[in-house]
């Protein structure tokens, strides 16, 4: 965690599809550098849905609460989502971020 889920519409796809690298980097960048999250730890999804609305973009970004992660910090997280993912595909994105309280997180990765 973090995580930052794009849903985005099916009219969009070649776009991703061309902009998915510029985009995943921007995004990681953004984690490490603005929420200073552990580069091991930073995902970023991609997810081409029928049906998004109102924009063709929609943004889920999840991350650990704390101190740090607080208000000033997450508008400049979603300003940066803003410049990365609408620079690369040139549309609206409607984008939520949800801070996570750690004692209600669970993971596991299994390989």
């Given amino acids: 965690m973090p995580v930052i889920k794009i849903f985005y519409s099916e009219t969009l ?5 061309e902009q998915n690298e ?7 960048h953004m984690m490490r550098e603005v929420l200073q999250a552990d ?7 991609f997810s081409c849905s029928t049906f ?3 924009l063709p973009v929609y943004v889920d970004m999840q991350f650990r609460a ?4 607080q208000g000033a910090v997450i ?12 620079k690369a595909l040139s549309t609206g994105i409607r984008i939520r971020a949800f801070a996570i309280d750690q004692s209600t997180l669970y993971a596991r990765d299994v390989d």
């Fill in 13 to 17: 796809d070649a776009a991703v599809r």
């Fill in 22 to 28: 510029t985009i995943q980097a921007g995004l990681e």
């Fill in 39 to 45: 580069p091991a730890k930073c995902q970023v999804v």
């Fill in 52 to 54: 998004v609305t109102p």
């Fill in 66 to 69: 704390n101190e740090y992660r």
């Fill in 75 to 86: 508008e400049t997280a979603m300003d940066k989502i803003v410049d990365v993912v609408g």
